[in-house]
């Protein structure tokens, strides 16, 4: 891989939203799509956009905005390890992939990731691309998955019945299918007619909502499982893993035989003062701000065991 597409894949990255944020980044992108929508049928006289223009542009916006959804997740589930690494071998840019010293430095290096790398060589120029790339990694077909995914929140804080985010799946794969088909023209040609009409790319649109929260659903219950759903709960979760962080600190050092060390201790002390004031540091106020501390501070813990690892052996 040249040294100049490894710099175009880091650029990338420095712009883009963090992989696990980016179905919210989504939903607000294909939001605004949907309000300009409503401004433009509610005005008279002067529309905020001409139609065709929106029209041309949504359909743009939205399958950009499916790449990139896709592309974070490909990337997080190739990364999160077994079995959707080893899946990722089936892929065809894997297959066509070349590991070269440049490349194999940006890993080690921590600049890129494996599955960041694959990720941006994929291709997603039509529906198929963007399913198959998932229902490989899976293991399983991706519309197959999505017509039982269902909004855990909705269910479990907000009390509503159990019901799939997808009432049609074959309607929403159909919607998407032509929505690809329609990008294509607009992008690679120039039809003497609009290929669709404004109310059509709304249900492109729209479609596009329901796959993103249906796949987002399905994968997070993959990877993360029963994941915390409300503040407090994510906060709780965030000092229980600080605190599993900290046993096992402690554990590698009583297995090392440095419990009473005097010269651990003092390290072990002055890691403390460093690490509490950093996570405090930019953890901003309100009512996330003990979750965030307790995750940099669980991170930090983290990059101390290695250390003490590689010098502890």
């Known amino acids: 891989m040249p040294r100049d597409r490894i710099a175009e894949i880091t650029s990338v990255k420095g712009r883009a939203s963090v992989p696990l944020a980016m179905s919210l980044l989504v939903n607000i992108t294909l939001g605004e799509l949907e309000s300009v929508w409503h401004q433009n049928k509610a005005a008279t006289s002067e529309s905020l956009v001409p139609t065709s223009r929106w029209t041309t542009f949504s359909v743009v916006r939205t399958v950009t905005a499916l790449e990139v959804f896709t592309r974070a997740w490909t990337a997080t589930l190739i990364d999160w390890g077994t079995p959707y690494a080893e899946n990722a071998a089936a892929l065809d840019a894997v297959k066509k992939a070349r590991f070269d010293f440049a490349l194999s430095r940006a890993i080690q290096g921590k600049q890129l990731s494996i599955g960041e790398i694959i990720a941006h060589e994929i291709s997603t120029n039509t529906l198929e691309d963007v399913a198959g790339v998932l229902s490989t990694l899976i293991g399983q077909d991706l519309f197959g998955l999505l017509e039982n995914a269902y909004d855990r929140f909705e269910v479990e804080v907000e009390g509503k019945p159990l019901v799939p985010i997808i009432q049609d799946v074959s309607k929403v794969r159909a919607d998407l299918a032509r929505l690809f088909q329609t990008r294509h023209i607009l992008v690679h040609e120039l039809p003497l007619k609009e290929p669709v009409t404004a109310a059509e790319a709304r249900g492109f649109v729209n479609a596009a909502q329901l796959f993103v929260n249906a796949t987002d659903a399905a994968l997070k219950g993959m990877t993360f499982g029963e994941y915390p759903l409300t503040q407090a709960a994510m906060t709780e979760q965030a000092w229980n893993q600080l605190d599993g962080a ?9 297995t090392r035989g440095l419990t009473d060390d005097e010269n651990w201790k003092s390290l072990r002390t002055a890691f403390e003062h460093y690490a509490e004031a950093l996570s405090r540091w930019g953890s901003g106020s309100g009512s996330t701000t003990p979750m965030w501390q307790a995750m940099k501070k669980r991170a930090l813990l983290g990059e101390f065991l ?6 502890l052996g």
Do not use: N, Y
């Open 246 to 254: 900290e046993r096992d600190l402690d554990e590698f050092i009583r």
């Open 306 to 311: 290695d250390q003490m690892k590689r010098e």
